[in-house]
C-alpha cells in the first residue's frame, strides 16, 4: 500500500469520536485545514507522548487555522478515556475496521520485539482547505513530532 499523493484530494472518510458522534474530513473543506494523525493505541507511552505535545500546541494550531483528528483503530468506547486522562482538546476517531488506514497507506507490516504483524503505522497527513493533500509526515519522532508539524505547517500555509 502507498500513501495518497500529494496535491490529490485527500482520501474522504467518516468515521466516530469519543461521543460516538460522525466527523467527516469534507466537513471541514473550505473551512480549516486539517492534521490527520494516525496513530497505534490509545493510552500506550508513544501515542500518549504525541498526544499531549498536540494538545499543549492548540493555541498555535489554532493561529493557523487547523484543526486535529487523532485516528486509530481503537473502538470507540476507549477513546473518552484517553481524553479524560489527558485533557486532549480534539477529537479521536475510531477505525476499528482500519478500512481509513488502509485508504491513506497508513495500515502494513510492522516489526516489534522481533515479531512481525500488521498494524497501523504513525503517520500525519495535512489537508488544506481545499481538501488536497499538502503533505506526508512518516518519519518523526513522538517526542517533536508537535514542533516538525508546526514547522511544516508553516512552510505549507
Not at 472518510?13 to 473550505?30: H, T
Not at 486532549?88 to 488506514?101: C, R
Not at 488544506?128 to 519522532?141: I, P, S
Amino acid at each position: 500500500m502507498s500513501f495518497p499523493k500529494v496535491g490529490n484530494l485527500a482520501p474522504i472518510f467518516s468515521l466516530k469520536n469519543q461521543a460516538d458522534e460522525k466527523i467527516s474530513l469534507k466537513d471541514f473543506r473550505g473551512k480549516k485545514n486539517v492534521v490527520v494523525y494516525f496513530y497505534p493505541k490509545a493510552l500506550t507511552p508513544g501515542c500518549t507522548t504525541q498526544a499531549c505535545a498536540l494538545r499543549d500546541v492548540k493555541q498555535e494550531l489554532d493561529d493557523r487555522d487547523v484543526v486535529v483528528l487523532g485516528v486509530s483503530p481503537d473502538p470507540v468506547a476507549r477513546l473518552p478515556k484517553f481524553i479524560d486522562k489527558h485533557e486532549l482538546n480534539f477529537d479521536l476517531l475510531s477505525d476499528e475496521d482500519h478500512k481509513v488506514a488502509d485508504k491513506y497507506g497508513c495500515w502494513g507490516l510492522k516489526k516489534f520485539m522481533g515479531k512481525e504483524f500488521m498494524g497501523l503505522i504513525r503517520t500525519t497527513f495535512i489537508v488544506g482547505k481545499d481538501g488536497k493533500l499538502l503533505q506526508v509526515m512518516d518519519k518523526f519522532k513522538t517526542k517533536t513530532h508537535h514542533e516538525d508539524l508546526l514547522t511544516e505547517l508553516d512552510r505549507l500555509l
